[in-house]
């Protein structure tokens, strides 16, 4: 056998490469195939007429998307995060309340983002250091939150989002929806930093096993609070996102993001034990999981029905990636 | 055996001991009942008492059902959903029976025994994690709530509050009752196969079947008994309520899980207990009825409580670890005599 043979078996095929390079990579094609597979059924059904629908279909999962961004990035590290309820809503209630004018602007978004932030390292700093399990952490973490938001707004939330805010996020940057290329934007470099840096890869070793990631020299709580601070800065920009699109905060802003941005990280393949995803999956997820609304949406169609089809698509998907696993 | 096995040396000297793990949990409640007691006028009354007992039992025979599926080394988050859609599925479909309460009681039992069975089935055979099988039954049944009814209301015969919600006898609260015979029908698990079983597979599923024990199987039966025992909290919730609400309620979630902790119950599989969990949620009742009594404003509550479950979970989370940092310590401090020798 000569060299040239040699190097062909150990790269393998472009695929095989290709695999290497990009973990999950048949999670995350087959995940944007179901993507348009749904939207296709909807076209030849005749319930997607319009090219608005398409377009409503991706702002909402650019929303969903960012938001499951904080799960994804918890859930790589063998965690799981429900504080997303409330750390949403306190941030949207916080940048409304705190917005006293379109020049109130340039400190009032900033806090909001140190705000959720703040909230997220709280998180890794029980995980990480008090070693409190992250389902009790976080859920410990949305019922302060909760009895914070009360106690802040007295029952009440107040104030608006400033108006320079809501254009923009309203508006469009060149054809495409602000909130489109803001969630494309963040999964490019989101994307660079899991894959490409020496932090992703520390994230992924801590998924693995925190044991031996300690034992090569990885700072496991550094990592662990790094993931959570960040997961909170991504619910404190959905949460000025949000707000700039509905223009004001309510106590329920935060409820229907908890389980499905779980679930789109689970149908975009990454393991709910950590270590292994790839956040363009997640993506997918939430696109496929606001893809089954929007078919739905023209119809006459209840929502108790797409309720009940996400709920069969996800055990579904669950089955056939495991199957693929196996088979792996 | 298995469940010592995987215990902390600190838990196992206590059972050893012959002291139940439920204490702990025990002497959280009796504190709070201290406090309660001092600070509340007529703390005691029958009234408190049978109020308190009224506010806790949803919770609380909810929490049962969870225990069960913690025990079994999962989570189970489509219990509040399973709750929606029993509630609304007995308001809605009581023609179904010929307006009859006994065989809608048992219907809804039944139902409530089928969804959890589907869950193991899911957890069990399919494999899939608990965590993701559960939020897609989450999915399912809230759908299947809102297509009984899409906004709450309907209405419930005020025989059945009175039975289920009321007083049995002069004063004993119906709630109460049905607390008393969830942790009855828990403690007869407990201690027949099947309880063995649930312990055993928590613990570690592989030694489990290493040892014969037939994991699937008793997968599927601990998600159909956490579904009877919805079935029962839901119940209770019906007739409480007297009305059907196919909204979930993330806050009872949370509860849920709050009232899991406190009673002693650790997340990963094999320990802890359900009366425990019953304990909890009375421990949250009392905990909101001081903090009521004394004056904070019911914003306040939720803050605290945040705080006051970290605490209680401190111990267990943060305690090994120290120990060991402890000991390690100890052992650098006295040197290993042979290396004495060696340096000498």
């Known amino acids: 056998m000569n060299t040239v043979t040699d190097e062909r078996q150990i790269e393998g095929s472009r695929w095989a490469q290709a695999r290497r390079r990009y973990p999950n990579l048949s999670a995350v094609v087959t995940v944007w195939l179901v993507f348009v597979a749904v939207l296709l059924f909807g076209l030849v059904a005749g319930w997607v007429t319009r090219v608005g629908q398409l377009e409503t279909a991706l702002l909402l999962a650019s929303f969903a998307a960012i938001v499951a961004l904080g799960q994804h990035l918890v859930i790589l590290t063998g965690g799981i995060d429900l504080s997303i309820p409330f750390a949403l809503t306190a941030s949207a209630i916080l940048l409304t309340d705190l917005s006293n004018g379109p020049e109130s602007m340039i400190w009032v978004i900033p806090a909001t983002l140190i705000f959720a932030t703040l909230v997220g390292a709280w998180n890794g700093f029980g995980v ?10 976080t859920l410990s973490t949305n019922i302060i939150l909760l009895g914070m938001v009360l106690a802040y707004t007295q029952g009440t939330p107040q104030g608006l989002a400033p108006d320079p805010l809501v254009n923009f996020i309203t508006g469009s940057i060149g054809p495409i929806k602000t909130p489109i290329v803001i969630a494309a934007v963040i999964t490019v470099l989101v994307s660079l930093l899991l894959l490409r840096t020496s932090f992703g890869r ?12 300690y034992l090569s020299g990885v700072s496991v709580k550094r990592v662990l609070i790094g993931v959570y601070a960040l997961a909170g800065l991504a619910y404190g920009l959905a949460a000025v996102m949000l707000c700039g699109w509905t223009q004001q905060a309510s106590f329920q802003l935060g409820d229907p ?59 579904l998907a669950v089955t056939l990636i495991q199957r693929e696993r196996v088979t792996e | 055996m298995i469940q010592r096995l995987k215990s902390s040396k600190a838990a196992h000297r206590l059972q050893v001991a012959g002291v139940p793990t439920i204490v702990p949990s025990l002497l959280i409640l009796g504190v709070l009942l201290v406090i309660y007691g001092g600070v509340r006028v007529n703390a005691f009354s029958t009234f408190n008492l049978q109020e308190l007992s009224n506010v806790t039992a949803t ?46 009681s048992a219907l809804v039992l039944l139902v409530a025994i ?21 939020i897609a039954m989450f999915f399912v049944l809230s759908g299947g709530a ?17 039975a289920l919600a009321g007083t049995w006898g002069v004063s004993f609260p119906a709630s109460a009752g049905m607390m008393l015979i969830t942790a009855l029908i828990w403690i007869v698990l407990k201690k027949s196969r099947f309880g063995t079983n649930l312990y055993a597979v928590g613990s570690n599923s592989r030694a489990a079947y290493a040892r014969g024990v037939p994991v699937k199987a008793t997968l599927v039966k601990a998600y159909a008994f956490a579904g009877l025992f919805y079935g029962i909290a839901a119940l209770n919730y019906t007739a409480a309520t007297g009305s059907g609400d196919p909204r979930v309620s993330f806050v009872l979630l949370g509860q849920m899980f709050a009232a899991v902790i406190i009673g002693g119950t650790i997340f990963g599989g094999g320990r802890g207990g359900a009366v425990g969990s019953i304990l909890g949620a009375l421990s949250l009742a009392v905990f909101e009825a001081i903090l009521f009594s004394v004056g904070f404003e019911s914003y306040y509550t939720g803050i605290v409580f945040g705080f006051l479950l970290l605490v209680v979970v401190l111990p267990a989370a ?27």
């Open chain 2, 114 to 134: 089928l969804i959890g069975a589907l869950n193991g089935f899911l957890v069990g055979y399919l494999r899939i994690q608990s965590i993701i099988a559960t």
């Open chain 1, 128 to 137: 990480a250091i008090l070693r409190v399990s992250p389902l009790i952490m």
């Open chain 2, 318 to 344: 943060l305690g090994p670890h120290l120990i060991e940092r402890y000991q390690a310590n100890r052992r650098h401090l006295k040197p290993d005599p042979v290396e004495e020798g060696t340096a000498l």
């Open chain 1, 257 to 315: 993001y908890l389980f499905p941005s779980i679930a789109a990280v689970v149908l975009g393949g990454t393991s709910i034990l950590g270590g292994r995803g790839n956040y363009l999956g997640t993506v997918g997820g939430a696109a496929v999981f606001v893809a089954i609304g929007t078919v739905f949406a023209g119809t006459n169609v209840p929502e108790s029905t797409r309720n009940i089809v996400i709920g069969v698509v996800v055990i």
């Open chain 2, 146 to 162: 809102l297509a009984f009814m899409n906004t709450p209301g309907g209405g419930i015969d005020s025989g059945f509050t009175s």
């Open chain 1, 202 to 213: 520390y994230v992924f070793a801590v998924g693995n096993n925190p044991d031996v990631a």
């Open chain 2, 59 to 104: 919770l609380a025979i909810l929490a049962v059902g969870q225990t069960v599926v913690v025990i079994s080394g999962g989570f189970d988050f489509s219990a509040i959903a399973v709750l929606a859609f029993l509630n609304t599925f007995m308001v809605t479909q009581l023609g179904m029976v010929g307006d009859s309460y006994i065989l809608m």
